[in-house]
């Protein structure tokens, strides 16, 4: 398809104005199924955002070679954890695909090819948030993989081609943590609402500061992360869809912080919202 035709498909859409752009601290996947701050946060945020066309949906746990969309109808739900209670493995969450938006997608990426993919469907880092924004699950979705091989200026590149769908109704949403070391989680105090680490503080203001002031040298050079920053981002799975989001921003947007604690110590659940 090319992308004329992409974006006429797109306009003939029922759409909102354009669409604010999010990325979400996700945390445990027992989110998904538990009530507490952060869940309440991420209810209350999907009732005050326009309706949607769809969701594109950037997760720290769709990591591949090459980059690829769900182009299928009907994506699977994908339990993709292990250890936790079977309540959590029996949740589905049946959102329908969007062959439309995956096209439209594949065709505004034009610094790689991209895949079609009709096998992955909707990961946790996808579902468990969006389950409590929009739980009559009646939004489309589409998820897009992250090239774990590619720099972090190709992350902004991506999310810069696609800031296009927003002004069709697509909201943009990367979904991983700003802070994210499960290997040196304080067990000892994961139930201290707030606890963090010193260095899971100076990483997580750092990261905010550099938001604000679109710092995007700093934000994309993980090498040249300092030693605070480099705890905080050990590999960096968790932190790529926030630089997606980013991408699809605008210069005059300013970053707007939720869910803003840290849990275990090493792990923060903040939140952006641009637009």
Known sequence: ???????????????????????????SPMNAIETNVWTDEWRQLGSELPVPT???CISAHWLTRGTAVTSML?????????????????????????PDIADATRSLISTTSVH?????GLDHGAWSVLRHMFPDASIPVVQASIDYHQPGS????????????????????????????LGMIAWDHIADPGYAYPWAEEANSMFKAQLVSRDIDRLTNVADFNAAQKLAVPTPDHYWPMLYA?????????????????????????SVRWG
Not at 1 to 27: I, N
Not at 116 to 120: E, L
Not at 155 to 171: E, K, Y
Request: aromatic content about 8%.
């Open 246 to 270: 980013l991408g699809a921003t605008k210069a005059d947007e300013e970053p707007q912080f939720f869910t803003d604690s840290a849990v275990g110590g090493s792990l923060t659940m903040t």
């Open 154 to 181: 190709y992350h902004v590149a991506i999310g810069h081609q696609l800031r296009t769908l927003r002004d069709h109704g697509v909201l943009i949403l990367g979904s991983g943590n700003l802070v994210h070391n």
């Open 116 to 120: 079609a993919d009709h096998d992955w």
């Open 54 to 56: 769809a969701v594109l």
């Open 1 to 27: 398809m090319s992308l004329d035709a992409t974006l006429t498909s797109l306009a003939s859409l029922p759409k909102s104005d354009r669409m604010p752009v999010l990325f979400m601290g996700h945390g």
């Open 74 to 98: 009907h994506p699977r739900t994908i339990h993709d954890f292990q250890g936790f209670p079977r309540e959590l493995f029996s949740i589905e969450y049946p959102a329908p695909g969007a």
